[in-house]
């Protein structure tokens, strides 16, 4: 079945910059037509779709934060690295990776909550 | 790219039916036929419920149906249920593969 996990930094700094890491199972980032999205929701608030690399390696961003936003994907070991710069305190925020095979995502992982705080 | 405009929230008596609007723009869900609907119980990832404006993912139950007129898309729960209380998000195709979600329905179930 397909399985996906968020990993990383529980507290970052303001100005730092975030790394975070979606390991997944049950399915290939090398399959056609296949995709991994972040999407975060920070307490309380929306959803707010963030970023979405596919299987060729074409990447997407949303628009009002691609220039803080880096995503690439490893096929070897099943993970797609997000990378946000410049962190500020609004970013606070659970962030979670889905799986994309068709115009949605249909697996998402548990999340992990990140926060920005000196 | 505006987050689409949903209700802040929504009740309904069990049996009874609710319908949850979802209002963009023709940029978004006037534009195409990929609007999805997430459930989202407390402290629980999102649940895809319908994609492609009303098609259901296997195991969805038949309750949960979307529909889209314009540029406003709608979810509605038929035969309301205790463990229908959630909260609940509309997300569209924004073309250039770029998506935006709701500003999400909060569902209570008196």
């Known amino acids: 079945q397909i399985t996906l996990k968020e990993s990383g930094p529980t507290l970052v700094k303001p100005t730092q910059t975030l790394t975070l890491t979606c390991t997944f199972s049950?399915?290939?980032?090398?399959?056609?037509?296949?995709?991994v999205g972040w999407i975060r929701q920070p307490p309380g608030k929306a959803l707010e779709w963030l970023a979405l690399?596919?299987?060729?390696?074409?990447?997407r961003y949303g628009p009002s934060l691609k220039s803080r936003l880096t995503i690439t994907k490893d096929t070897s070991k099943n993970q797609v690295v997000l990378t946000m710069t410049n962190m500020d305190p609004v970013d606070t925020a659970t962030y979670y990776c889905?799986?994309?095979?068709?115009?949605?995502?249909?697996?998402w992982g548990q999340g992990t909550l990140v926060t920005v705080s000196s | 790219q505006s987050a689409l405009t949903q209700p802040a929230s929504v009740s309904g008596s069990p049996g009874q039916s609710i319908t949850i609007s979802c209002t963009g723009t023709?940029?978004?869900?006037?534009?195409?036929?990929?609007v999805s609907w997430y459930q989202q119980h407390p402290g629980k990832a999102p649940k895809l419920m319908i994609y492609?404006?009303?098609k259901r993912p296997s195991g969805v139950s038949n309750r949960f149906s979307g529909s889209k007129s314009g540029n406003t898309a709608s979810l509605t729960i038929s035969g309301l249920q205790a463990e229908d209380e959630a909260d609940y998000y509309c997300?569209?195709?924004?073309?250039?593969?770029?998506?935006?979600f709701g500003t999400g329905t909060k569902v209570t179930v008196l």
């Open positions: 997300c569209s195709y924004a073309g250039s593969s770029t998506y935006v």
């Open positions: 492609d404006v009303s």
């Open positions: 690399i596919y299987w060729d390696d074409d990447k």
């Open positions: 049950g399915f290939s980032l090398s399959t056609s037509g296949v995709g």
């Open positions: 023709s940029s978004d869900v006037g534009g195409y036929n990929y």
């Open positions: 889905a799986h994309s095979s068709i115009v949605a995502y249909d697996y």
